[in-house]
T-cell receptor, first 111, second 113 residues
Framework: QKEVEQDPGPLSVPEGAIVSLNCTYS??????FMWYRQYSRKGPELLMY????GNKEDGRFTAQVDKSSKYISLFIRDSQPSDSATYLC???????????FGSGTKLNVKP | GAGVSQSPSNKVTEKGKDVELRCDPI?????LYWYRQSLGQGLEFLIY????????KSGLPSDRFSAERTGGSVSTLTIQRTQQEDSAVYLC???????????FGQGTRLTVV
């Protein structure tokens, strides 16, 4: 079993839709949770990070962490065609010696 | 520079040759990571450097892979006797000493033919 599970998609939505992306994990030592966006043939770009449980909002993006369920989410409001990319969740324990990544969800926002 | 810089951006090599991939981290970042991303896959951890501590090499897939970090800055990932299964995008990331966020470079796309 992988330490981080993420539905690979692809996920196709119309412009303006609310998108929900999710990851589950098995290691209770994870304390830091991140979402990266990766455009084709580019490196991952950090979108958001959160510590422990709770919500964090940044513009159209909201990250949620539920440590009791070992479940994290990224919500994108008013999705735009420019949001079309692969979204990777990542997490780490407090020592940061490595980040564990999901396999990525490919999102396509149709104009 | 403003971000993590990797070179070359693309590398095509013949099976059995050695290759060196370079990473210039963001100035002041003490932590440096190498990851590998195969087509349609997530990121696979390779190695982690933190300051002057011994690197965490637990992700290196075989003894053909090695990495070093000189002067706490530039890092080189070396793959000896390349195999076709080594074809992937090799990503480098750096992280500042206090913050949690790791910033990635654009990657080196390695193709072994």
């Amino acid at each position: 079993q992988k330490e981080v599970e993420q539905d690979p998609g692809p996920l196709s939505v119309p412009e303006g839709a609310i998108v929900s992306l999710n990851c589950t994990y098995s290691n209770s030592a994870f304390q830091y949770f991140m979402w990266y966006r990766q455009y084709s043939r580019k490196g991952p770009e950090l979108l958001m990070y959160t510590y422990s449980s709770g919500n964090k909002e940044d513009g159209r993006f909201t990250a949620q962490v539920d440590k009791s369920s070992k479940y994290i989410s990224l919500f994108i409001r008013d999705s735009q065609p420019s949001d079309s990319a692969t979204y990777l969740c990542a997490m780490s324990a407090v020592n940061f010696n490595k980040f564990y990544f999901g396999s990525g969800t490919k999102l396509n926002v149709k104009p | 520079g403003a971000g993590v810089s990797q070179s070359p951006s693309n590398k095509v090599t013949e099976k059995g040759k050695d290759v060196e991939l370079r990473c210039d981290p963001i100035s002041g970042h003490t932590a440096l990571y190498w990851y590998r991303q195969s087509l349609g896959q997530g990121l696979e951890f390779l190695i982690y450097f933190q300051g002057n501590s011994a690197p965490d090499k637990s992700g290196l897939p075989s003894d053909r892979f090695s990495a070093e970090r000189t002067g706490g800055s530039v890092s080189t990932l070396t793959i000896q006797r390349t195999q076709q299964e080594d074809s992937a995008v090799y990503l480098c990331a750096s992280r500042p000493p206090v913050n949690t966020e790791a910033f990635f470079g654009q990657g080196t796309r390695l193709t072994v033919v």
